[in-house]
């Protein structure tokens, strides 16, 4: 403990090696945290130590939220032109580490290299599409007739950012996005399982030109230093992604310290509805990647297939033959489209599911086990003749388990739908637009994805209905959620004139 240097070289199985941060990066440097204590990172597709990185405390948080204060008095009122000038050179800094980032990412989550490229090339359009809205977020002149002149600001704030395992760099820069463009400032966390790349994009932070504080980023746990940073007296705002039950103690943690605002994107079991007019052979691609992309562990999944009765036999002979060819293991052979599951906690959870569905009843079409390699990898799993009461029906698995369910009518999709605590997103696969937009209308879900799935840009807003959260992602929408509202009313007196 304390022995470890700010600095380790890591050699990545693909044959990459690198130098990897381990410090906290406050005000644009790697530093100890107070105590100098560390924590093991793992690589689940190896089950081996990466390496220790150092872990922030409460006492670091506060340093890291004063750091961010301090940044504010001047990023806040910054030129525009800056912002975006940062942010299109760290996009640009994002695009050319793009083999090593991705390989780091793949490393440390367990997720596919395919996967991982996908992330990055994502992330970096994102801070490109944030770069084009910092000269486009203005406040209104209202008129309200008489002697007085209203205009409204948009004032951006000190923000607590928390972030989950999937998606490290993807979810980090859906964050640090709207934070750079809107001249907020930010102490992000990243998810103790995950915290290598962002301290590497911490780097390239610096290295793009952003001045010292605006944004600091801390490895730590959930319970301690996420925890401080929702409960933070000095903080104007937390956003969250992660689970629905740690959502909801985020919410009471701001509520009971200083009412900051809170941004939630949570959990889903998301419906993925196939009509017996959809074009098949697409439609069977969209439930695969809607549930086996970054094997299995992403909010939206498509985790509830519902097919209508008539080609019910049909899709499910293809669904079987296309889980089957899914290559799952080494995450760095470009072949493999599912890596490992990113821990041992987390393939446990969904192993358990899987012996819930076998015990209730549901048939196994195909997968239902462990990997035999190495690793936390799990089959991509099928299960038919699911029934609307059992546990793998109604809880969010995160992980390669689908659930296959029979309706022969549209009122009956749109009820199977609909019965789920959570809204985060959803599926329609038929020809007919008439009936893709009929039903969009009537499912409530933050997201539908008609003929397609998992298809994100970075101009269309996501988040999440009931308990899949509170606030949007991306879009126009987010930079809502990233400032608040001064409205100034001036009483003039120009009777003179
Ligand atoms: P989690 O919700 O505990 O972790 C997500 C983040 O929250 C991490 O950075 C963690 O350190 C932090 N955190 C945990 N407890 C906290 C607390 N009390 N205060 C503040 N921050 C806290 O998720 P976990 O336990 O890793 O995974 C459990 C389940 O959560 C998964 O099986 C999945 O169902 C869901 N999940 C959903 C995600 C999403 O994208 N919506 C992402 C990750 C997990
Ligand atoms: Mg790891």
């Known amino acids: 403990m304390g022995n470890l240097p700010l600095e380790v070289k890591v050699e990545i199985p693909n044959g990459i090696s690198y130098t990897q941060p381990t410090g906290l990066f406050i005000n644009n440097e790697f530093v100890y945290p107070k105590d100098k204590k560390t924590f093991e990172d793992i690589s689940p597709a190896t089950e081996e130590v990466i390496t220790e990185v150092y872990e922030a405390k409460e006492e670091d948080i506060d340093i890291a939220v ?124 990243s998810a103790e399982q995950t915290p290598l790349s962002a301290l590497y994009i911490a780097k390239l932070l610096a290295e793009a030109g952003m001045p010292k504080g605006v944004v600091n980023i801390v490895s730590g746990f959930g319970k301690i230093a996420g925890a401080a940073i ?105 072949d493999t489209f599912m890596g490992a599951q990113v821990s041992e906690v987390q393939m446990s959870k969904i192993l358990q599911y899987i012996e819930s569905g076998k015990e209730q009843g549901a048939k196994v079409i195909s997968g239902g086990k462990r990997g035999d390699a190495k690793g936390y990898f799990v089959q991509p799993t099928i299960f038919g003749d699911v029934e609307g009461h059992m546990k793998i029906a109604k809880e969010e698995i995160f992980g390669p388990v689908v659930t296959l369910i029979k309706f022969d009518t549209v009122e009956e999709a749109i009820e199977l739908a609909n019965d789920t605590e959570y809204g985060l997103a959803a599926g329609i696969h038929s020809s007919d637009v008439n009936k893709c937009i009929g039903v969009a209308n009537k499912i409530n879900a933050g997201t539908i994805w008609v003929n397609t799935y998992n298809d994100f840009h970075p101009m269309v807003p996501f988040g999440g209905f009931h308990s899949s959260g509170i606030g949007r992602e991306m879009g126009e929408e987010v930079f809502n959620e990233y400032t608040q509202t001064k409205a100034v009313r001036i009483k003039l007196n120009t009777s003179r004139f």
């Open 66 to 189: 004063d750091a961010a204060i301090e940044a504010y008095k001047t990023w806040s009122v910054s030129k525009p032109e800056l912002r975006q000038k940062v942010l299109l050179k760290l996009a640009d800094l994002i695009d050319e580490n793009a083999e090593l980032l991705s390989s780091i990412e793949t490393y440390d989550n367990g997720k596919s290299l395919q996967n991982s490229k996908g992330d990055i090339a994502l992330a970096a359009a994102y801070f490109r599409s944030c770069a084009g809205w910092c000269d486009k977020i203005t406040g209104n002149v209202i008129n309200t007739g008489g002697q007085h002149f209203n205009y409204t600001q948009r004032v951006p704030l000190v923000c607590g950012q928390i972030i989950p395992w999937n998606f490290p760099i993807l979810m980090l820069s859906w964050k640090l996005g709207p934070v750079l463009a809107t001249g907020s400032t930010t102490v992000l966390k």
């Open 230 to 334: 929702a409960s933070h007296m000095k903080l104007d705002k937390v956003a969250f992604t992660g689970s629905t039950l740690v959502g909801k103690t985020i919410m009471k943690a701001a509520a009971e310290s200083n009412l900051k605002k809170v941004t939630l994107e949570l959990g889903g079991k998301s419906p993925n509805i196939v009509f017996d007019d959809a074009d098949l052979d697409e439609s069977i691609q969209h439930i695969i990647t809607g549930i086996f992309y970054n094997s299995g562990e992403v909010c939206c999944a498509g985790s509830r297939v519902l097919i209508q009765s008539g080609i019910y036999d049909k899709v499910v002979a293809k669904l079987k033959k296309a889980a089957e060819a899914i290559k799952v293991g080494n995450p760095f052979d470009p």
